[in-house]
């Protein structure tokens, strides 16, 4: 079992910037992939970033390099830095492992953007 947990979120600005974090903990090991979903009320869950073992990273079109994600591998940590904030991206951002063919979800951290 793997167990994720999300810290960071919260109310910010048209604009503003909050920075996401979460700690995997459990049988994680070796290659997997990190990332970060959100989903908006009425709306599917939706893909924002991931990032492999090696680094290599993905985007959703919407991000237009306004968030950056990163990780630890040492510590089992993945980021997610999320600046020039819109109200369109306000959700309830949730993290992702991906390891073995199996999908892990932390609880979900929500983000509101508004003034």
């Known amino acids: 079992q793997v167990q994720l947990v999300e810290s960071g979120g919260g109310l910010v600005q048209p604009g503003g910037s909050l920075r996401l974090s979460c700690a995997a903990s459990?049988?994680?090991?070796?290659?997997?992939?990190m990332g970060w979903y959100r989903q908006a009320p009425g709306k599917q869950r939706e893909l924002v970033a991931s990032i492999s073992t090696f680094g290599r990273t993905n985007y959703a079109g919407f991000v237009k390099g306004r968030f950056t994600i990163s990780r630890d591998n040492v510590q089992k940590t993945v980021s997610l830095q999320m600046n020039s904030l819109e109200s369109e991206d306000t959700a309830v951002y949730y993290c992702?492992?991906?390891?073995?063919?199996?999908?892990?979800w932390g609880q979900g951290t929500q983000v509101t953007v508004s003034s």
């Open positions: 992702n492992v991906a390891q073995g063919g199996i999908l892990y």
């Open positions: 459990g049988s994680i090991f070796g290659i997997y992939t």
